[in-house]
């Protein structure tokens, strides 16, 4: 049988702590925690176990109700400025965007490296392949997003096509390539669990396919125009497609080679670190079609095109792999 607790007495006894823990508790609610000086930076963790053990005896007291219906509100404001989540949504995108996603992208360059050089292989062996047989291309692109631009078309079409004389086309072609780049980055990264083995070969295919495309251009003397059409959107396009297919490749070596853990737990392991990049991926795709859906429209100059992709590529290089300052430790 618990002992009596006097209501009166108990209150006395703490009702200043509880008061202080409150003040402090609604402070940094309202402002953040560096509204803190530092006596009441180390205070409040006691303050929050004291205020802890004064619910559980007003519970195994039976209490008035509005004490422990306080106490327990009290206690849980507490702990969540304590050991919650106490930045804003916002803060916590802009570290997402200034910290965690480049970091990640970082952590995953070998695989990213890896993923970088099957694509331009593979660019290398369609442009090859079909400069050899231009029979190739039509095992390789479908109609869709040919439209017309095979080997059979002629120079003068082929260079109509990519300025604004057919800017409906355009569009279209352009919108194929995009929808088309979006879909082998999601797969690439969610095909990661089946060993990588689809991943390498959506980027694979990915690679011929563009490879290709750049042959029938290049062998009517037009790959220049063409390439300075893709660069502007391209560059961060293939890039998102490039990380996605690391993203992937991760999941897929932690599967095949978990090393001292178990295959679940590496797996698990590098499908977060997977998300983090996948996630910041979309967010590439999203301004390539903003470049592609505006940029390429209004800008139709070859130079300026190639200069718009040029910068970008650089942006994203100096963004990722840049040496950033010590996150600044917060009070």
């Not at 009166?8 to 003040?23: C, G, I, P, V």
């Not at 507490?78 to 930045?87: H, K, M, R, S």
């Not at 859906?293 to 800008?299: A, F, L, N, S």
Request: hydrophobic share 55%; charged share 15%; glycine share 8%.
């Amino acid at each position: 049988m618990q002992p009596a607790v006097n209501a009166s007495r108990f209150r006395a006894a703490h009702q200043a702590d509880w008061e202080r823990l409150e003040r402090l508790v609604a402070l940094v609610e309202k402002r953040s925690v560096r509204a803190l000086d530092d006596d009441d930076l180390i205070a409040m963790p006691l303050l929050y176990r004291t205020a802890l053990s004064s619910l559980s005896l007003a519970r195994a007291s039976s209490l008035d109700r509005a004490l422990v219906d306080y106490l327990e509100q009290l206690c849980t404001r507490a702990y969540f400025q304590l050991y919650g989540v106490t930045d804003t949504g916002l803060a916590q995108l802009r570290r997402f965007f200034a910290r965690t996603w480049p970091g990640a992208v970082r952590e995953l360059w070998r695989e990213t490296l890896a993923s970088l050089a099957l694509t331009v292989a593979a660019v290398l062996a369609g442009y090859l392949m079909v400069r050899s047989d231009p029979a190739w291309f039509y095992g390789l692109i479908p109609d869709a997003m040919a439209q017309g631009r095979d080997p059979a078309a002629s120079a003068a079409s082929l260079h109509a096509t990519l300025h604004s004389s057919e800017q409906s086309m355009l569009t279209t072609f352009a919108t194929f390539l995009f929808t088309h780049n979006a879909q082998i980055a999601i797969f690439s990264f969610a095909l990661g669990l089946a060993f990588g083995v689809p991943t390498v070969l959506l980027l694979l295919y990915n690679g011929l396919s563009l490879g290709a495309l750049l042959a029938v251009f290049a062998g009517k003397g037009v790959g220049g125009p063409f390439a300075c059409w893709l660069a502007i959107h391209g560059t961060t396009e293939l890039f998102a497609v490039i990380l996605s297919g690391a993203a992937g490749l991760r999941i897929g070596i932690a599967l095949a080679f978990p090393g001292r853990l178990a295959r679940e737990d590496a797996a698990m392991a590098a499908g977060r670190q997977g998300a983090l990049v996948m996630a910041g991926s979309v967010a590439m795709l999203a301004v390539a079609g903003l470049l592609e859906g505006i940029g390429r429209q209004v800008v139709d100059g070859d130079g300026p095109r190639l200069l718009i992709g040029l910068v970008m590529l650089t942006g994203w290089l100096c963004f990722f792999y840049l040496p950033r300052r010590p996150a600044a430790v917060e009070r």
